[in-house]
Structure formats: structure tokens, C-alpha cells
């Protein structure tokens, strides 16, 4: 398995500022994974961060407004830019565990953010 | 990836089974059906993964028919920490854990 930290696990900010979401993995990963859980709603993958190489975004989700960081097979961030009160959300890391089938991922505990 | 099908929430009693039946028409042959549990303020857990037949661990079975156009997770014996959100997911297997969730079903467990 993996053990996924997220940081911060809720914050408050104001429209217009932008927050950054930490994500650490306990193990070394190849793919990690972001996701957004809107209030009541089912999880929306944002993008695929792949060390080394440039994220790949989902439809409907661009990299002005979400980029992202994967400078190790450990880390990595996502940064909501220039937010709006429609980004609050539970924002959520996922990795596949080293030695498991790919269909089981694991999740962190999510960034509850409201933006106000 | 195949879109999936779920009733959108069920109720059931302690100490029941629970069957909740997913619909994946579109499968492909690589596709691998997945099940997930998540709690409110907690990110979604691996329940139990099938290709075809039946797959069974130590949470839950899976049962899958021959078509694979559906699936049917079962609880046996629910209790109160069993309400939850369960998602179906329809996910290629080696393709490193992208996962596409559906709306999911709202399983309630009344005493």
C-alpha cells in the first residue's frame, strides 16, 4: 500500500489568490493523480503529473489555472490560480501502489478549500 | 474508458446483504471493473477489483456475468460503519491507475 499526505487539509482563502496543495508519497510512484470532489458530486480527475515531463490535463481543466509540479517520484503539488468561490472543492491526491494492479489506487485525505 | 451505471443511493438494515449492481455496457476486452468505499471526509478506498466470474476478499464479493456488461458488488452482513458511498468503476487495467468516477451509490445502513 501507500500513505499519502496532503497539505493543507482545509484552508479559507479569497477570490483572486491562488493556494498551492502539497502531496507526499511514502514510496516511489511513477503517476500521481489529482482529483476535485465538489460538494455532494463524485470525484473529477483534473490531471495526470508525470515526473519529468508536463502534466496532462482532462477536458475542461487547463494549466493556467491548475498547474502542476512533480519535481521528484514523490512529490507534488497543485496550485488553484486566481480562485472564485465555484473552486471550492476537495481536492485529492492519488497514486497506485508499487507491486498492486493498477486499478488500485490510493487516495489522500483531500484539501477541503472554500473560497470566499 | 466505459461510462457505468448505479443506482444513486440504497438503504438496507444491520446484519443484511447488500447487492448493488453496476451497469458498464460499453466494456472493452481490456477493462478491468473496480469498486471503491468512500466516507464523508475521507478519499475513496479499493474495495475489490474483477475481470470476469466471481472475486471474493475478505470486505466483499464481486460478481460478474459473462457478457460483463454489468456488475453486482455484495456486502455480506452490513453494519452501521458500512453507509458510505460505493463507486463502479470501469478502469484499463496497466494504465497506472487513472480512474474515471461515475456518481456513485449512497449505501444507508439503519439499526
Known amino acids: 500500500s501507500a500513505v499519502i499526505s496532503q497539505k493543507p487539509s482545509r484552508d479559507i482563502c479569497q477570490r483572486g489568490t491562488s493556494l498551492t496543495i502539497q502531496c507526499q508519497v511514502d514510496?516511489?510512484?511513477?503517476?500521481m493523480f489529482w482529483y476535485r470532489q465538489q460538494p455532494g458530486q463524485s470525484l473529477t480527475l483534473i490531471a495526470t503529473?508525470?515526473?519529468?515531463?508536463?502534466?496532462?490535463?482532462e477536458s475542461g481543466f487547463v494549466i493556467d489555472k491548475f498547474p502542476i509540479s512533480r519535481p521528484n517520484l514523490t512529490f507534488s503539488t497543485l496550485t488553484v490560480s486566481n480562485m472564485s468561490p465555484e473552486d471550492s472543492s476537495i481536492y485529492l491526491c492519488?497514486?497506485?501502489?508499487?507491486?498492486?494492479?493498477?486499478?488500485?489506487?490510493?487516495f489522500g485525505q483531500g484539501t477541503r478549500l472554500t473560497v470566499v | 474508458l466505459a461510462k457505468t451505471t448505479q443506482p444513486i443511493s440504497m438503504d438496507s438494515y444491520e446484519g443484511q446483504e447488500v447487492n448493488i449492481t453496476c451497469s458498464h455496457n460499453?466494456?472493452?476486452?481490456?477493462?478491468?471493473i473496480t469498486w471503491y468505499q468512500q466516507f464523508p471526509s475521507q478519499g475513496p478506498r479499493f474495495i475489490i477489483q474483477?475481470?470476469?466470474t466471481k472475486v471474493t476478499n475478505e470486505v466483499a464479493s464481486l460478481f460478474i456475468p459473462a457478457d460483463r456488461k454489468s456488475s453486482t458488488l455484495s456486502l455480506p452482513r452490513v453494519s452501521l460503519s458500512d453507509t458510505a458511498v460505493y463507486y463502479c468503476?470501469?478502469?484499463?487495467?496497466?494504465?497506472?491507475?487513472?480512474?474515471?468516477f461515475g456518481q456513485g451509490t449512497e449505501l444507508s445502513v439503519k439499526p
Open positions: 492519488s497514486v497506485t501502489g508499487a507491486g498492486v494492479m493498477n486499478t488500485e489506487a490510493f
Open positions: 514510496s516511489q510512484v511513477t503517476m
Open positions: 503529473a508525470n515526473q519529468g515531463s508536463e502534466a496532462t490535463y
Open positions: 460499453n466494456i472493452a476486452t481490456n477493462d478491468y
Open positions: 474483477g475481470y470476469k
Open positions: 468503476l470501469v478502469a484499463i487495467y496497466n494504465q497506472g491507475g487513472k480512474l474515471i
